[in-house]
């Protein structure tokens, strides 16, 4: 299968504007994500709406390629860029990964493309928890996983409940999985999902990957080691600037 990295950016961050431009060792944010998908593939293209993550893009020698500004998500602006893109480059599945993921490793995108020796739709990263505060935290989406190593649901939830047994020991006597919000598709599935309805489960939980299980698409997620350090806050990047001059990171 050939593959293709696809590293949605924006520029109109609510929470972190200019956010993919935001210097970490003297390289823009965008750069570190490029230059780590680009250990994995040979295609890799950022795509984004704003001028001055396009330019700073070729800057440094990377591709880039424009993209329209009215996208809701960064599975959206995807499909549009591999819809472009397909046009001279060809590619069996699209890896997306995230403008604010400086710190992903190569052997994460390994894992994403292994997904695709069997029949899977949609491939995606999981970590098992071992602590209590992150099962029941809502910002941490969990997912089971069923007979097949397909996913069967996902939640802000702890799930599966753990009947007659404190919520404190959960985590012990069953296995939990963090879901990494880190995305592969097959081309032809990823132009199908972008044209679906919101479903009720997802805006529910407010977690976009149910529609695709809504409408009978499987979802492969693959063990991962590695804790993803996304960048949605200016906090999030001092944090992660402490961790570089610590040197737990890159």
Known sequence: M???????????????????????????MIQWVYENVAQSLKHVWVATDDNRIFNAVQNFGGNAVKTLSTHQSGTDRCAEAAQILSKEIDFDVVINVQGDEPFIQAEQIELLKSCFNGNADIATLIKKIDTSEELFNPNRPKVVIGNQQNALYFSRS????????????????????????????????????????NG????????????WLENGFQIKPAETNHQSIGIDTP????????????????
């Open 200 to 211: 009720k489960l997802e805006l529910t939980e407010s977690l976009e990957q149910l529609r």
């Open 2 to 28: 050939n593959f293709i990295g696809i590293i949605p950016a924006r520029y109109e961050s609510t929470r972190f504007p200019g956010k993919p431009l935001a210097i970490i060792n003297n390289k823009p």
């Open 158 to 197: 702890p799930i599966p409940f753990v009947r007659n047994e404190e919520e404190k020991n959960w985590h012990l006597k069953n296995n939990f999985w963090a879901h990494i919000g880190m995305y592969a598709y097959k081309a032809d599935v990823l132009q199908k999902i972008t044209k679906l309805n």
């Open 235 to 250: 906090e999030d990047l001092r944090n992660a600037l402490q961790l570089l001059k610590d040197k737990t990171v890159l």
